[in-house]
């Protein structure tokens, strides 16, 4: 015990050698928690997915510096990734649900028109649009673009005709 108190420390007094030998456990730790999360937290990128990158980070290294228990930061780690897959399932197996958690994609040009009332609704300027156009559509030319949406992720996507 003493032993494994020496390597990892205690309390908020470590060394560079204690904080470095919890990282690695961290490290590890994080790798499991983001395989266990699945593939949706970081490919979907919507504020759900967002949430449980900013709080694994932020609760995860409070184990490194030694700001909070060890334990009960993994055990809130692990709390965190179920309640991302619980609602995650949720999202996949429920419209409604889907739409109240994130919302629905935004009709931005249609017709060779932008749709000003849209454009407030999803706070982005044209200019927002046409980088989102040239980004996805690779073309400045909206005489070849069908529709443009802000999807629920916040991307800017275009429809060519």
Not at 26 to 54: K, Q
Request: charged share 25%; hydrophobic share 50%; proline share 1%.
């Amino acid at each position: 015990m003493e032993l494994i108190k020496e390597i990892f420390g205690e309390g908020k007094d470590l060394n560079a050698l204690q904080m470095s030998c919890r990282g690695i456990i961290v490290f590890i730790i994080a790798f499991l928690l983001i395989r266990i999360s699945g593939r949706r937290s970081f490919g979907v990128r919507t504020a759900l997915d967002n949430i449980i990158s900013i709080s694994l980070g932020a609760i995860l290294s409070r184990a490194v510096v030694g700001a909070s228990d060890f334990v009960p930061v993994v055990v809130a780690c692990f709390v965190i990734v179920f309640l991302h897959r619980l609602f995650g399932w949720f999202i996949a197996n429920s419209k409604r649900v889907s739409r109240v958690m994130e919302g629905d994609k935004i009709l931005l040009y249609s017709n060779g028109k932008f749709i000003p009332a849209n454009l407030k609704k999803a706070l982005v300027c044209e200019e927002d649009i046409m980088q989102g156009v040239r980004k996805s559509a690779l073309t400045e030319n909206l005489d070849k673009i069908d529709k443009v949406y802000i999807e629920r992720n916040g991307e800017i996507s275009a429809i060519k005709k």
